[in-house]
């Protein structure tokens, strides 16, 4: 258990759909990272957040969104699901950049 | 934008040594990541170089050149279970990390 939880942990659901992951950080982590891993792709950055507010943005697509709670457990949203969204999505924690990324186990999203 | 380059598969046998290139071009570079990833599973961080040169953790090692675009993971006493993709990523003052493609080392026998 890296300490960092996500779920679900499998999720399928229909193109035109919309789902939510969720991400709890480590104890003490204030960074939340979402990315996201397809078959034929490596790990793509969507979007940071520290201590609820937005840090960085990667190439989310307008169709996602997130957010960072007050008791810093995050949320992904994704709506209008197409079959290309069909992928891993991870989500990370740090104290600090020099102490890595801790990833949860993340969660696979097949649209049908 | 960033550039992140790292070869596709390598092999190696079990008790060698392999070592796995990375190069990259960025902008408000701040350090760079080594990851493992098993398939299916999450990536474990490896190490983080921050200035040149070589930092040492039992059998695996991770050198950095900032001026070259630099660096390098080593594995020594290679094992089966190292089999794994290793993910090059360079962190930069954006306060964010952009991942390569990765490196699929295969361990034989």
């Known amino acids: 258990d890296s300490g960092v939880t996500q779920t679900p942990k499998h999720l399928i659901t229909a193109t035109g759909q919309r789902v939510t992951l969720r991400c709890s950080p480590r104890?003490?982590?204030?960074?939340v990272y979402w990315y996201q891993q397809s078959l034929d792709q490596g790990l793509q950055f969507l979007i940071q957040y520290y201590n609820g507010e937005e840090r960085a943005k990667g190439n989310i697509l307008e169709r996602f969104s997130a957010q960072q709670f007050p008791d810093l457990h995050s949320e992904l949203n994704l709506s209008s699901l197409e079959l290309g969204d069909s992928a891993l999505y991870f989500c990370a924690s740090s104290p600090t950049p020099q102490h890595g990324y801790t990833f949860g186990s993340g969660t696979r999203l097949t649209v049908v | 934008g960033q550039n992140i380059d790292q070869p596709t598969e390598m092999t190696a046998t079990e008790g060698a040594i392999v070592q796995i290139n990375c190069t990259y071009q960025t902008s408000g570079f701040n350090g760079l990541f080594w990851y493992q990833q098993h398939a299916g599973e999450a990536p474990t961080f490896l190490s983080y170089n921050v200035l040149d040169g070589l930092e040492e953790k039992g059998r695996f090692s991770s050198f950095l050149s900032r001026s070259k675009g630099y660096s390098y993971l080593l594995l020594k006493e290679l094992q089966m279970k190292d089999s794994a993709s290793y993910l090059c990523?360079?962190?930069?003052?954006?306060?964010?990390?952009?991942f390569g493609d990765g490196t699929t080392l295969t361990v034989k026998p």
């Open positions: 990523a360079v962190h930069t003052n954006a306060g964010k990390s952009t």
């Open positions: 104890s003490g982590d204030l960074s």
